[in-house]
């Protein structure tokens, strides 16, 4: 099992930019493939962004040349920017190692004028 802590969400108005980070555990990181998620208030949980250890990358097609992610394996981190925020963007935001159980905590962004 690999522990994951998000952080970086916020309150930003409608156009801004915002860059979440996820921090994971253990020494087998760069071989992990990544992804982001979020969950809107009495909505199913979404899958946003797919990164795997090859750097590979996808988008759901709401966020496509919006949101891009991105893995700093020196860092052991993952990363989702966020540009040209929409209120429909408005979720909390969770880091997942795919093919597992694996989930952060999450953090709140929450897109506003």
């Known amino acids: 099992q690999v522990q994951l802590v998000e952080s970086g969400g916020g309150l930003v108005q409608p156009g801004g930019s915002l860059r979440l980070s996820c921090a994971a555990s253990g020494s087998i990181f760069s071989i992990l493939p990544m992804g982001w998620y979020r969950q809107a208030p009495g909505k199913q949980r979404e899958l946003v962004a797919t990164?795997?250890?090859?750097?590979?990358?996808n988008y759901v097609d709401s966020v496509k040349g919006r949101f891009t992610i991105s893995r700093d394996n020196a860092k052991n981190t993952v990363y989702l920017q966020m540009n040209s925020l929409k209120p429909e963007d408005t979720a909390v935001y969770y880091c997942?190692?795919?093919?597992?159980?694996?989930w952060g905590q999450g953090t709140q962004v929450t897109v506003s004028s």
């Open positions: 997942r190692r795919e093919y597992s159980r694996d």
């Open positions: 990164i795997t250890s090859g750097g590979s990358t």
